[in-house]
């Protein structure tokens, strides 16, 4: 699970420096590969022995260098992301682990990799949207003026699933099925339907939760960076719309940041309770089941829980992501 955190920052990283300079069209053909590299059984070209970037334009005299995105060489941005995404989606799908799980697990997971990589283009295509809007002054936080999705819908789709907490439950969930089977024919790692659908609940609102705990360590580099946070939306500036929008007055700025993150962590505490609430009737059904498996499923849920909740606090004392130079 380190392992897997650690690709998922570099994934986010990937996405933010390289396929964030795609054009809009590139980014529907990025679309495109995403579903159809998620979709295939087994990746090509993956047995070669070179590392990702060295099939790319990237790596060149030993320098760290970036394709063109334009003329001819999008295609090859398009090939070096198929290849970089196959990687990935294959060390995912195909780790000898996730062979030794229920169909309906795996499944699962190959749906919510692909959500991820989607919820990424989909912040993507928000993140230049909103990046066009009217300047702001720089010391301001913006409004998003144009957004298909009121903060609710959007925290609950892109941004929740944009923080990999989806996949990597299902992915966890994975890992803990194959600990416990046995059988060539391996039932879901929670096989009642009050287990599972508790634990679909329980990882809904961890996703969410994390969201706003993101976006409060992160709200100084979303601001420089001109990406969207959950601030930014209009929910979290009703008393302050009217006076905001005279450009020039910005001596409630200071005021105001204090406040939107404040709002940030009422909303993070309350899906923080959601969680536990749900994870402990989660926990109850499995250590009462009378099953010595579901009682180790029960540990591995409670340690997926307090990692969570870990990094949660973790991004209150400091943003963990590295700071993106954008063209």
């Known amino acids: 699970m380190m392992v897997l955190t650690l690709c998922n920052f570099r994934v986010d990283e990937y996405m933010e420096t390289v396929v964030a300079k795609f054009s809009e069209d590139r980014l529907e053909s990025v679309k495109s590969a995403i579903h159809s590299l998620c979709a295939q059984e087994k990746i090509n070209g993956i047995q070669t022995k070179k590392r990702p970037h060295e099939d790319s334009a990237r790596a060149r005299n030993g320098t760290s260098q970036q394709p063109e995105m334009n003329g001819?060489?999008?295609?090859?941005?398009?090939?070096?992301?198929?290849?970089?995404m196959g990687y990935y989606i294959?060390?995912?799908?195909?780790?000898?682990?996730?062979?030794?799980?229920?169909?309906?697990?795996?499944?699962?997971?190959?749906?919510?990799?692909q959500t991820f990589?989607?919820?990424?283009v989909a912040q993507?295509?928000?993140?230049?949207?909103?990046?066009v809007q009217q300047p702001q002054p720089p010391s301001t936080t913006a409004i998003l003026v144009s957004t298909r999705r009121s903060y609710y819908e959007w925290t609950h789709t892109v941004g929740a699933?944009?923080?990999?907490?989806?996949?990597?439950?299902?992915?966890?969930?994975?890992?803990?099925?194959?600990?416990?089977?046995?059988?060539?024919?391996p039932a879901d790692c929670f096989s009642s339907i009050h287990q599972n659908y508790l634990a679909r609940d329980l990882c809904v609102h961890l996703a969410v939760m994390s969201r706003p705990y993101n976006?409060?360590?992160?709200?100084?580099?979303?601001?420089?960076?001109?990406?969207?946070?959950?601030?930014?939306?209009?929910?979290?500036?009703g008393p302050y719309t009217h006076s905001y929008s005279k450009l020039n007055r910005q001596e409630d700025e200071p005021r105001k940041?204090?406040?939107?993150?404040?709002?940030?962590?009422?909303?993070?505490?309350?899906?923080?309770?959601?969680?536990?609430?749900?994870?402990?009737?989660?926990?109850?059904?499995?250590?009462?089941?009378?099953?010595?498996?579901?009682?180790?499923?029960?540990?591995g849920v409670s340690l997926f829980m307090g990692v969570t909740a870990l990094y949660a606090d973790i991004y209150v004392a400091r943003d963990l992501s590295n700071h993106v130079e954008k063209a």
């Open 215 to 237: 976006d409060y360590g992160s709200f100084a580099r979303d601001r420089a960076e001109a990406n969207i946070n959950s601030v930014n939306f209009a929910e979290f500036h």
């Open 72 to 84: 001819d060489n999008g295609c090859s941005d398009l090939a070096s992301f198929k290849v970089i």
């Open 90 to 113: 294959n060390a995912m799908l195909n780790h000898p682990r996730i062979q030794h799980v229920s169909l309906t697990d795996q499944n699962h997971l190959r749906s919510e990799l």
């Open 257 to 299: 940041e204090i406040q939107l993150k404040a709002d940030l962590l009422v909303l993070a505490q309350y899906e923080r309770q959601m969680a536990d609430s749900v994870g402990k009737k989660l926990l109850v059904n499995l250590r009462t089941s009378g099953s010595r498996k579901d009682r180790s499923k029960a540990d």
């Open 161 to 185: 699933n944009s923080v990999s907490c989806p996949f990597s439950f299902a992915f966890f969930t994975c890992l803990l099925g194959s600990s416990l089977s046995s059988t060539p024919h």
């Open 124 to 131: 993507i295509e928000d993140n230049a949207s909103f990046s």
């Open 117 to 120: 990589l989607l919820a990424h």
